[in-house]
């Protein structure tokens, strides 16, 4: 799992800064999440997991 905490300056419009922010945010991830805080009616942080997932082998190894 990786996390990176960037911080952003207040813009003015701020409706479609934190919506291009998730789209961003959704489109470099393969498999995660990406979550929305809000407090008063305003998103005020953006934040993204990505997970790496690993495939089991087909056979397992057995003790000899």
Same mark, same amino acid.
């Given at each position: 799992?990786? $996390?990176? *905490?960037?911080?952003? !300056?207040? !813009?003015?419009?701020? /409706?479609?800064?934190?919506?291009? *922010?998730?789209? +961003? @945010?959704? &489109? @470099?991830?393969?498999? &995660?999440?990406? /979550?929305?805080?809000?407090?008063? &009616?305003?998103?005020? /942080?953006?934040? $993204? *997991?990505? +997970?790496?997932?690993? *495939?089991?082998?087909?056979?397992? !190894?057995? @003790? $000899?």
């Amino acid at each position: 799992m990786s $996390s990176t *905490i960037t911080e952003h !300056p207040v !813009p003015t419009d701020t /409706q479609a800064d934190w919506v291009e *922010i998730v789209r +961003k @945010n959704v &489109g @470099n991830l393969r498999f &995660g999440s990406v /979550q929305i805080t809000v407090h008063d &009616g305003r998103v005020t /942080q953006v934040e $993204s *997991i990505e +997970k790496t997932r690993f *495939i089991a082998n087909e056979a397992a !190894p057995t @003790n $000899s």
